[in-house]
């Protein structure tokens, strides 16, 4: 079965410091990758997702993330965070299985807890 | 207001006690799914949909019953076989019937204890 790691438990940094924050994951195939955010008393929501081509992507509030295939890496980054930017990050990875897919069957990893200080 | 909603936030019940977990989206979404969060173990997949009357377990199903009538619905019952329920659970759905290349979408969650 796949998994999903990330390293990163909890991470603090102050304002207008850079955020990088690592995920891999262990499947030899074709994945679809994500990262969701959970601020404090908020849903889980979508922050950027990659499907295929440019492996760097964009995603909302300046985030963006990039695949690198041959480490089974997805790591977020941002240039310059925000206070508004602490919450939890989970990387989470959708598998092609054979036969042209299935279920979108996600896995998660532990998240990052992201502290911003002012 | 297109969305899913999870009621209610907060519950409270009795070890030994069944308890119903409900589930709804109005986004016309084919797919829909029950996650578990515990502290330091991300989501875990409980329960999946791709289709009115049709589930299939995820990882961690045991002592979880699950029903889809109706394509909005998709609610979840802990059974007293759970052995550890206390925690927050996830809904979340997608749009096609659970293709791989999907976008989950999730709820507000609901937060389970027994006590």
């Known amino acids: 079965a796949q998994s999903v790691s990330q390293h990163n438990h909890h991470v603090i940094l102050s304002e207008a410091a850079s955020l990088e924050l690592g995920c891999n994951y262990s499947y030899g195939g074709t994945v679809n990758l994500f990262w969701y955010v959970q601020y404090p008393g908020q849903h889980l929501q979508l922050l950027l997702k990659?499907?295929?081509?440019d492996p760097l992507v964009k995603g909302i509030k300046g985030f963006e993330a990039e695949f690198i295939k041959s480490k089974f890496s997805f790591n977020l980054r941002k240039p310059s965070v925000q206070w508004s930017d602490t919450a939890e990050y989970f990387c989470?990875?959708?598998?092609?299985w054979g036969g042209g897919g299935t279920a979108s069957k996600l896995t998660f990893g532990t998240g990052t807890r992201l502290q911003v200080t002012l | 207001d297109g969305g899913i909603t999870q009621s209610p936030k907060y519950l409270f019940r009795k070890e030994g006690q069944n308890v119903t977990l409900s589930c709804e989206q109005n986004l016309n979404h084919d797919a829909m799914y029950w996650y578990r969060q515990d502290p330091g173990q991300g989501l875990r997949l409980i329960y999946y949909?791709?289709?009115?009357?049709?589930?299939q377990k995820g990882d961690i199903a045991e002592g979880y019953s699950v029903s889809r009538e109706k394509k909005e619905s998709f609610p979840l019952t802990v059974t007293s076989a759970q052995k550890n329920p206390t925690a927050f659970y996830l809904c979340?759905?997608?749009?096609?019937?659970?293709?791989?290349?999907?976008?989950?979408?999730f709820g507000p969650g609901t937060r389970l204890t027994v006590l």
């Open positions: 979340a759905s997608s749009s096609r019937s659970g293709s791989y290349t999907d976008t989950q979408y």
């Open positions: 949909s791709q289709i009115v009357n049709d589930f």
């Open positions: 989470a990875v959708n598998p092609q």
């Open positions: 990659y499907f295929s081509g």
